[in-house]
């Protein structure tokens, strides 16, 4: 509006003495001075932009020819503004850490670096086809545009140690062991497994084949590796023959003679339990024991099995005083009868026939024992023979009758924490001795004993030291215990039965230690074993590691005061508990 030009008085349509309104002077306006300045306006439009075209053909004449514009991209490796020597560098590194997936035949051998290779990368030839050409640089607007024309790969040379990561590094893994052709059964059918061949890589083809690498960053880099071809052993036909003979032979069923009388064994099912495997060179068949095991016993078991009857034999301590035999049992043999079908697959019998085997009667005892110690050693004995697991069993009365036995007493077994006795020996012979307080040491030796505790017992001894604790124990008579063998520590039952006895009546404690000793013990937090089969006060260490169990305690019983040692492996805390039952029982009959 303010732009409008305002014709002369003579040409006012209006009185000039009133002031024009707004609407008057729009109506009434002459435009044609707004229409020139935008003319004027375009023009001064094309004339900033062939300024700044000019100056931007001055910057590309004068942009320095060894350094690349700005947005300038190698291999996909940005390089803007950098120099030749700088963007040299930086695509050098970039193709350091450039894998390489070496392929063999189809199958990936190795994915190392340009780096793991040991070859050198130099882009210097290449970059000095990225200078930026004059007749790019008087063309407008190319700097923002124009991208290097250079050779698709750097210079790789390979060196010394290109060879020696060939030889250690590539050569054992660049193999393929063939896969020869089975059978395998699939919806009630075999099925051939087709053989593969393998190959071997040969090492001038693989030196010739990376020395011959021109990776691409952008791309990813693949290399063939030529391998020789290995054959496979057993074919792909040589199974497939074998497969038809097979099925051939079962056809849809085999008979099976069982005493007087024909099985027919559905062919679904044999063909179950078909299994194959190479044999000098061959592929061999033959009937799995163990797939055939259930239909066998269910189907033909029962057509030929006769109980066993029973064999009850008396014993008095060891010594056997009658037998009445019983008669064997009949059974089928089932590993003996897959064997003759694995013979009628093959061909090389006629019949398949059902075997059997004897059954040994079964066996009573009525075992009777002496109070005496012979009476002992024999309950001991057939209660280690009678239950799974192997035992050590030592046994000392101290009152009463004071009669000893043992079992595989001096049979070593690796102590578990049962060890923990021989340290607190140890630590508490220090404290007589060697000027140790008690005070400094009761609860971390209270901790050892009643819980078990493992820190402890492993900071006594790094502090005493292993030879020293073996000393120790091998100086008052346990000459089974070590702590310095291969494995260990060992000891066995009869020397933690010995040391029981020993620290009962106070040989080599103190009256002091041996009541600290025996408070610790009557402590333990671990009851499963000897304290859960006797109604008594138990003094008792536990050990327990992996299959081992032991027990080593001082039972305080209604029939007086003894000693039980009790090591095993494979047994459980409930066996142990029985056999200190029945020494209870021993011990109460007259």
């Known amino acids: 509006i303010y732009m409008m030009y305002t014709p002369p008085r003579a040409q006012r349509p209006y009185p000039r003495r009133r002031k ?55 291999d996909g490796v940005s390089l803007g503004w950098q120099t030749m020597s700088e963007a040299a560098e930086t695509l050098n590194q970039a193709y350091q850490e450039h894998s390489v997936k070496l392929v063999g035949d189809g199958t990936t051998i190795a994915s190392p670096t340009i780096e793991q290779l040991a070859i050198t990368v130099d882009n210097t030839d290449r970059l000095a086809h990225a200078q930026y050409p004059l007749l790019w640089r008087i063309m407008p607007l190319s700097s923002f545009w124009w991208q290097p024309d ?26 393929r062991a063939p896969v020869d052709a089975s059978l395998k059964v699939e919806h009630g059918k075999l099925v051939v497994n087709q053989a593969r061949r393998g190959g071997e890589c040969q090492r001038d ?19 063939e590796i030529p391998m020789r071809g290995i054959a496979p052993t057993i074919t792909t036909d040589a199974a497939k023959a074998l497969e038809q003979k097979i099925t051939k032979v079962i056809g849809k069923g085999v008979a099976l ?39 066998l016993t269910k189907h033909v078991t029962p057509k030929v099995n006769i109980d066993p009857g029973t064999t009850k034999v008396a014993t008095y301590d060891l010594t056997e005083t009658s037998r009445t035999d019983g008669k064997p049992g009949r059974t089928l043999d089932i590993d003996a009868t897959a064997q003759q079908l694995s013979e009628f697959i093959n061909q090389t019998r006629p019949q398949p026939a059902a075997v059997m085997k004897t059954v040994p009667a079964k066996v009573e005892y009525d075992r ?47 102590t578990a924490s049962t060890y923990k006795l021989f340290v607190g020996y140890s630590v508490l012979r ?6 140790w307080r008690w005070e400094d040491n009761q609860v971390c030796f209270n901790k050892m004993i009643s819980q078990s505790d493992n820190p402890c017992a492993e900071n006594y001894l790094k502090v005493i030291g292993y030879d020293i604790v073996t000393k120790d124990a091998n100086d008052i008579g346990f000459k089974d215990t070590t702590f310095a063998k291969s494995g260990g520590p060992y000891t066995t039952a009869n020397d933690l039965a010995r040391f029981m006895v020993m620290l009962d009546a106070g040989q080599n404690f103190s009256s002091a230690n041996r009541d600290r000793f025996l408070s610790a013990l009557k402590a333990n937090v671990y009851r499963k074993g000897i304290p859960a089969g006797t109604n008594g006060t138990v003094a008792n260490k536990v050990g327990f590691l992996n299959g081992l169990l032991h027990d080593a305690a001082i039972v305080y019983g209604s029939n007086g005061k003894y000693v039980l040692a009790i090591m095993t492996d494979g047994s459980s805390w409930n066996n142990i508990a029985e056999l200190t039952k029945r020494i209870e029982q021993f011990r109460s009959q007259p």
């Not at 083809?205 to 290399?223: D, E, F, K, N, Y």
């Not at 035992?391 to 101290?398: A, N, Q, R």
């Open 20 to 74: 024009a309104t707004i609407a008057e002077k729009l109506r009434f306006a002459d435009w044609r001075v707004p229409v020139l300045r935008i003319r004027w306006t375009r023009r001064k439009t094309y004339i900033t932009i062939g300024i700044i075209l000019g100056l931007n053909v001055l910057f590309q004449l004068v942009y320095p020819s060894d350094r690349l514009l700005p947005n300038a991209r190698i």
């Open 150 to 175: 250079v050779p698709s790969s750097p210079k790789l040379t390979t060196t010394t140690r290109t060879e020696q990561y060939i030889t250690q590094t590539i050569m054992p893994v660049c193999k």
């Open 205 to 223: 083809a693989v030196s010739h084949s990376i020395g011959a690498i021109s990776p691409r960053l952008v791309q990813g880099t693949t290399v």
């Open 257 to 295: 003679k069982v005493n007087d009388e024909t099985v027919t064994l559905p062919a679904n099912e044999v063909i179950q339990w078909v299994v194959t495997q190479p044999k000098d060179k061959t592929l061999v068949a033959s009937i799995s024991a163990s797939q055939a095991s259930g239909y």
């Open 368 to 414: 009777n024992y002496s109070s005496t110690e012979d009476g002992l050693n024999a309950l001991l004995k057939h209660y280690a023979e009678d239950h799974p697991g192997t035992y050590g069993i030592s046994f000392l009365e101290i009152d009463g009758k004071k009669r000893n036995a043992s079992y595989n007493g001096n049979k070593q077994f690796v």
């Open 430 to 435: 220090r404290e007589q001795l060697a000027g």
